[in-house]
């Protein structure tokens, strides 16, 4: 950094400027304006344009702020939230996060986009659940899925999706359109199938 305070008998430091701070037991590396760390938690707090990385998950994050708890292998997330999944190709957007690293799992809150360049998937959601090693993810509340290939748009209350699979479940106040074939569909619940360009209808099927 550029300069550092260090309260002793707190064993508490703070940061400020062009902050570096490396957790080599657990490979992560972060970048700030500012910091905060404590000592005898082992946690700390990361503010202004905030860069982490996990070398070993091959994760990277932005936000404008973070708390980091190194015990935990875990962090929160919080403004401007970024996340890059480098090796399953996934990036996420949100207002706030919190991060699990020895699951390999992530939690997103607040206006949730969700990327999955490979098979080309857009989803928005007021929250979702994403667990990077299983490459599945579950949404939350005004859910929508737009899938660029086939041209089809959904919305519902709730999905589920399977990368791997190319598989969606969809749940309450389900709405499919397929775009190029003029085709709209309602129904309680939904399951589609990517590859195969192919749905299951459940509960008050209405299809236009």
């Not at 957790?23 to 700390?44: G, H, L, P, V």
């Not at 998950?57 to 480098?86: H, P």
């Not at 709730?158 to 309450?172: D, H, I, P, T, V």
């Amino acid at each position: 950094s550029d300069e550092a305070e260090y309260f002793k008998n707190e064993e508490r430091m703070k940061l400020f400027g062009n902050v570096l701070i490396n957790d080599s037991i657990n490979k992560i590396q972060t970048e700030s304006d500012e910091a905060e760390y404590f000592k005898n938690e082992e946690r700390m707090k990361l503010f202004g344009n905030v860069l982490i990385n996990d070398s070993i998950n091959k994760v990277q994050t932005e936000s404008d702020e973070a708390e980091y708890f190194k015990n935990e292998e875990r962090m929160k997330l919080f403004g401007n939230v970024l996340i890059n999944d480098s090796i399953n190709k996934v990036q996420t957007e949100s207002d706030e996060a919190e991060y699990f690293k020895n699951e390999e799992r992530m939690k997103l809150f607040g206006n949730v986009l969700i990327n999955d360049s490979i098979n080309k998937i857009q989803t928005e959601s007021d929250e979702a659940e994403y667990f990077k090693n299983e490459e599945r993810m579950k949404l939350f509340g005004n859910v929508l899925i737009n899938d660029s290939i086939n041209k089809v748009q959904t919305e519902s209350d709730e999905a589920e999706y399977f990368k791997n699979e190319e598989r969606m479940k969809l749940f309450g106040n389900v709405l499919i359109n397929d775009s190029i074939n003029k085709i709209q569909t309602e129904s309680d619940e939904a399951e589609y199938f990517k590859n195969e360009e192919r749905m299951k209808l459940f509960g008050n099927v209405l299809i236009n």
